[in-house]
């Protein structure tokens, strides 16, 4: 798939209006768990140790948003108890129109390796709903691997995980 240079970069104050309109996009809805809605305004510049808030662009466009979390550390404790060393991303792209292009399996990539930039992570964590199928499919064919299915408040999701060592054996790509 051809497309412009994706760069991954921190959100800005300057995001807030682009995040809001994408919250309102079926697809992210439909993606989304009871407990994910954030106020922009107030939580893109609040600094929380172990979370990044990062956006997906090419060629300077905005296209998708990512959260990067240490779930051992991030002041929600969404994950409960949780060993040290570990990551989680949530994804989304923000318009339908870009949907299927290519452009999350780009940004995946880079979040990856964003993600174990620092030797000490071991793995990778991503807990979509049960019901979002396209997503299992996308994650898989990443080289995330199922490992369970486990209640997040109300929302029914799996849990797939990437070690180190399946990054390594699924080509860093
Ligand atoms: C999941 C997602 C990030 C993938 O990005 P993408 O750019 O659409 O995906 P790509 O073009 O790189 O790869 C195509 C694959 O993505 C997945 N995909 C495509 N459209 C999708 C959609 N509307 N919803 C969920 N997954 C989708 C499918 O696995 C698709 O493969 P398929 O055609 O064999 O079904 C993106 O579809 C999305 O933002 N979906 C809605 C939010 C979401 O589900 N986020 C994950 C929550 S855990």
């Given at each position: 798939?051809?497309f412009?240079?994706?760069?991954l970069?921190t ?6 209006p682009?995040?809001?309109s994408w919250?309102r ?17 107030v939580?893109v ?7 990044e808030?990062?956006?997906?662009e ?10 990067i979390?240490?779930p051992a550390r991030?002041?929600?404790?969404y994950?409960?108890?949780?060993a040290?060393?570990?990551?989680a ?5 923000g ?9 999350g399996?780009e940004?995946?990539r ?10 000490e992570?071991?793995?990778i964590l991503?807990?979509p709903?049960?019901?979002?199928t396209?997503?299992h499919?996308?994650?898989e064919r990443?080289?995330f691997?199922?490992?369970e299915?486990?209640m997040f408040?109300?929302?029914?999701c ?11 054996a699924h080509g860093?790509g």
């Amino acid at each position: 798939m051809v497309f412009g240079l994706m760069k991954l970069r921190t959100a800005t104050l300057d995001d807030v209006p682009t995040l809001q309109s994408w919250d309102r996009e079926v697809h992210v809805i439909d993606a989304s768990g009871d407990d994910d809605i954030y106020d922009w305004a107030v939580e893109v510049p609040r600094i929380v140790d172990g979370r990044e808030f990062l956006i997906a662009e090419i060629d300077g466009r905005p296209i998708g948003m990512l959260q990067i979390i240490d779930p051992a550390r991030e002041e929600s404790h969404y994950w409960g108890d949780i060993a040290p060393d570990l990551r989680a991303i949530d994804i989304w792209i923000g318009d339908a129109a870009d949907l299927g292009r290519g452009y999350g399996t780009e940004m995946m990539r880079l979040a990856i390796e964003h993600c174990f930039a620092p030797p000490e992570v071991t793995a990778i964590l991503i807990d979509p709903l049960v019901r979002n199928t396209r997503a299992h499919r996308f994650y898989e064919r990443m080289g995330f691997r199922r490992i369970e299915q486990r209640m997040f408040g109300a929302d029914d999701c799996y849990v797939f995980r990437m070690d180190r060592a399946d990054w390594i054996a699924h080509g860093k790509g």
